[in-house]
């Protein structure tokens, strides 16, 4: 089943002295704030995607060159002919339901905020902004010669089994510890404790810990909402749920 795409969000607004911005910092302040709103709205954060990303960033730089919205400059979904789930299949994207927030703003401070903004008054924008059914997203932000930031946000959730973890993990020892969960790279101070949420395409995530005295990776599935910390005794390290 494919979720639904929605008329795209158009805003002209008062002009207001230009600020110079890289992309992707826009791209992730768009990522906080979406991901604060969900988590205010008991949706849980939604992680990047690598094929999502390309897609949203190709999708919003392409319209920033020709300084277009869209074929018909009316509506940002359809580019070139294609809709957001032509774009997402192209990339090798396999979803059970995806979702496309996009729109511009012109001469904005914030542009990342005052789009973002826009979407939760859009009653269909806000929608896929709050759908627990989406894990995962990708971000695209480009501005056009015009001064005009093209904005695109893909919402998916990947097909096939799905596993999510919320957790907490605190260092206990004396050293800084590296990890992955994935293909995401960490490092735990000593004393410190971290939260980390993670969604993956299978039945199980897993944390990949390489130990101060130890070249390899120790490998241990994460169980959600759990506890756990990395700990010291008598020279040997171990990761436990607490």
Same mark, same amino acid.
């Given at each position: 089943?494919?979720? +639904?795409?929605?008329?795209?969000?158009?805003?002209?607004?008062?002009?207001?002295?230009?600020?110079?911005?890289?992309?992707?910092?826009?791209?992730?302040?768009?990522?906080?704030?979406?991901?604060?709103?969900?988590?205010?709205?008991?949706?849980?954060?939604?992680?990047?995607?690598?094929?999502?990303?390309?897609?949203?960033?190709?999708?919003?730089?392409?319209?920033?060159?020709? @300084?277009?919205?869209?074929?018909?400059?009316?509506?940002?979904?359809?580019?070139?002919?294609?809709? +957001?789930?032509?774009?997402?299949?192209?990339?090798?994207?396999?979803?059970?339901?995806?979702?496309?927030?996009?729109?511009?703003?012109?001469?904005?401070?914030? +542009?990342?905020?005052?789009?973002?903004?826009?979407?939760?008054?859009?009653?269909?924008?806000?929608?896929?902004?709050?759908?627990?059914?989406?894990?995962?997203?990708?971000?695209?932000?480009?501005?056009?010669?015009? !001064?005009?930031?093209?904005?695109?946000?893909?919402? !998916?959730? +990947?097909?096939?089994?799905?596993?999510?973890?919320?957790?907490?993990?605190?260092?206990?020892?004396?050293?800084?510890?590296?990890?992955?969960?994935?293909?995401?790279?960490?490092?735990?101070?000593?004393?410190?404790?971290?939260?980390?949420?993670?969604?993956?395409?299978?039945?199980?995530?897993?944390?990949?810990?390489?130990?101060?005295?130890?070249?390899?990776?120790?490998?241990?599935?994460?169980? @959600?909402?759990?506890?756990?910390?990395?700990?010291?005794?008598?020279?040997?390290?171990?990761?436990?749920?607490?």
């Amino acid at each position: 089943m494919i979720r +639904p795409t929605f008329t795209a969000l158009a805003l002209l607004l008062a002009a207001a002295p230009a600020f110079a911005q890289k992309p992707a910092e826009v791209e992730k302040q768009i990522l906080d704030l979406v991901n604060a709103y969900r988590v205010k709205n008991e949706a849980g954060k939604l992680e990047l995607e690598d094929k999502l990303s390309a897609t949203a960033q190709a999708h919003a730089r392409a319209m920033a060159k020709a @300084d277009k919205y869209g074929d018909d400059d009316k509506n940002g979904h359809v580019w070139d002919g294609k809709k +957001p789930d032509d774009r997402a299949r192209d990339a090798g994207y396999k979803f059970s339901y995806l979702g496309e927030n996009v729109g511009w703003n012109l001469n904005q401070k914030e +542009p990342a905020e005052v789009i973002v903004k826009a979407w939760i008054k859009s009653t269909y924008h806000e929608k896929n902004m709050v759908n627990k059914d989406f894990t995962q997203t990708g971000i695209g932000a480009a501005m056009g010669k015009s !001064g005009k930031w093209y904005f695109v946000q893909l919402f !998916g959730k +990947p097909a096939g089994a799905v596993a999510r973890v919320n957790v907490t993990i605190k260092n206990e020892t004396k050293e800084t510890i590296p990890f992955r969960i994935g293909a995401k790279k960490y490092e735990l101070k000593a004393g410190e404790t971290a939260k980390v949420s993670h969604t993956v395409a299978g039945d199980k995530v897993q944390i990949a810990i390489t130990w101060p005295d130890s070249d390899k990776e120790e490998v241990v599935d994460l169980a @959600d909402k759990a506890s756990y910390a990395f700990t010291q005794k008598d020279k040997k390290y171990s990761f436990a749920k607490q």
